[in-house]
């Protein structure tokens, strides 16, 4: 099976289970909200969460980055005993972490709000128990199991999200204790699927029938060993490893910069933060079931594809080839995707928000906060894209420029966000967001035409739609808005019905406009798609 169709078959999946959680989610939360207060919501969805991600983030993305790269000396006993070094990292950054969050954060209110000192410590050891996962995650990656990751992160979104509501609906007065066994169930399932499935492939399945060039032959050797004559770790993976680490804290503080302002700051009440996060994962919906696995597969793809830190002139000719094709219609793709959720996202916030949770969220700020993630989706799907090549491309020296950049980047992002927020409100804080994403897609723009200025034809014009298509979009935009003032949302049902049936109409203009006018990337799309159902079929 090629890496592309591997690839391909693997964003497929990821989307699936992406479109999964997040309804999984939307459900949890519109009865979570009928059932518990929006300060324990807030707490849950903000505070704990972020302790959470804080330290999944920081602990393990820079192995990730590091352990799935194509590098010259790859030995993959010195991969498993660096992967397995997210244990202690795990123990140590969850320590301190939770520590900081018991006693340096505002603390909600008890009666409100109970037992949030065991919550903070139940979601700081589930990141523990998460770790000793991490090198069977990094295995599947590697040797392109794509329906692996798949079936073991949603059974155990869903053991989370059912066990959530089944205890909250019998015992809300347990408060973050649900919570708390609801995050603990979920990282115990992942554990024990992964180690079950390896145990199954090595003990069950013949050598000849395992993925290519599996170095495996039992679950003992995914253990950290030492070969004879062999040190411990490969140095060149391990100063990776140390660029990327450093990247990752950054990237954390901008990817999940609101959430420390508010957390750090406390701008917001538990109550408003609780809502704005049903509004921040509303508004996200597309940018964490489409361009995050897009994300995850485009540096899958480029990082198995290129040769870190080596210029165009010595690649192999067809692998740079095939990345400069893929990358101008991954850009080309996301950018329409993009165009589209923030053409109709803008006339729909309303109609969107009052159906979901009605007045409660329609009113106030509700569609003015998910107006403006439309335009914040646009950004994040060009800006995914373009750093998942990058960050495939650079040279350990160039991520450890990088690395200075992304600190200019935080402060500025915290100080927007801070200030923003001050004069706006929670629209401030999606602004911040947008300045820092264009910042970053500036440098990204700026890397990839320096590195492929000797390719004839820069993949960069996928970031530029064609005229007839652009005046589509802009047509749709127009009629759409028209319409929402027209026709919603206070003319009754008859009124939101026409006014759906405008958007629906309007979005089949846009998409036949892009089939006729876009041949080179519908033939790309297919091609490779076929590819993958045939790679599918023989395997």
Known sequence: MSILGSVVKSTSYNIILQLVFRILTFILNAFTLRHISREMLGVVNVRLTLLYSTTIFVTREAFRKACLSKTKDKQWNQVINLLWLTVPIGILCSSIFALIWLFMFELPD?????????????????????????????????????????????????????????????????????????????????????????????????????????????????????????????????????????????????????????????????????????????????????????????????????????????????????????????????????????????????????????????SGTGPVLLKWYCLYVLVIAINGTSEGFVFAAMSQKDVDGYNQKMLLFSVLFLLASYYLAKMLGAVGFILANCLNMIARIIHSIYYVSHYMKEMPRSPLIGLLPSLPVSLVYFAAFVITTLSEKMFCCDKGLSGQVIHIGIGGICLMLVLITICLKEQKLISFIMEHYSKSKQSKKKN
């Not at 329906?147 to 205890?167: M, N, Q």
């Not at 007065?173 to 990282?187: D, H, P, R, V, W």
């Not at 290519?212 to 060993?225: A, I, K």
């Not at 594809?305 to 095939?322: A, E, M």
Request: with cysteine; aromatic share 16%; glycine share 6%.
């Open 110 to 362: 008890s009666n409100s709000v109970p037992h949030y000192q065991t919550a903070v410590i139940c979601f700081a050891l589930s990141c523990i128990i998460e770790m000793a996962a991490e090198p069977l995650w990094v295995i599947g990656q590697s040797f392109l199991f794509v329906r692996l990751k798949v079936v073991i992160e949603g059974s155990a979104i869903a053991t989370k999200c059912i066990l959530t509501v089944l205890l909250v609906f019998y015992w809300p007065q347990l408060g973050l204790y649900n919570f708390s066994i609801a995050q603990l169930a979920y990282t115990f399932v992942y554990l024990v699927l992964y180690y079950a499935y390896f145990l199954y492939y090595v003990s069950a399945t013949a050598p000849s029938e395992r993925a290519r060039d599996f170095p495996f032959n039992n679950l003992l050797e995914m253990l950290p060993h030492k070969k004879e004559n062999q040190a411990w770790f490969g140095m060149g993976t391990v100063k990776l490893t140390w660029s990327f680490f450093k990247q990752s804290i950054l990237k954390q503080f901008l990817t999940e910069g609101e959430k420390y302002a508010m957390t750090i700051f406390s701008i917001l009440s538990f109550g408003d933060q609780g809502v704005y996060d049903v509004i921040n994962n509303l508004g996200s919906l597309a940018a964490r079931f489409l361009f995050l696995p897009i994300e995850e597969s485009c540096y899958l793809f480029f990082s198995q594809t290129l040769t870190r830190g080596v210029p165009v002139s010595k690649q192999n000719k067809d692998s740079i080839n095939l990345a400069s094709q893929v990358l101008e219609h991954l850009l080309k793709v996301v950018t329409y995707i993009g165009l589209t959720i923030f053409t109709f996202g803008y006339a729909y916030s309303y109609l969107l928000l009052h159906i979901y949770g009605g007045v409660i969220l329609s």
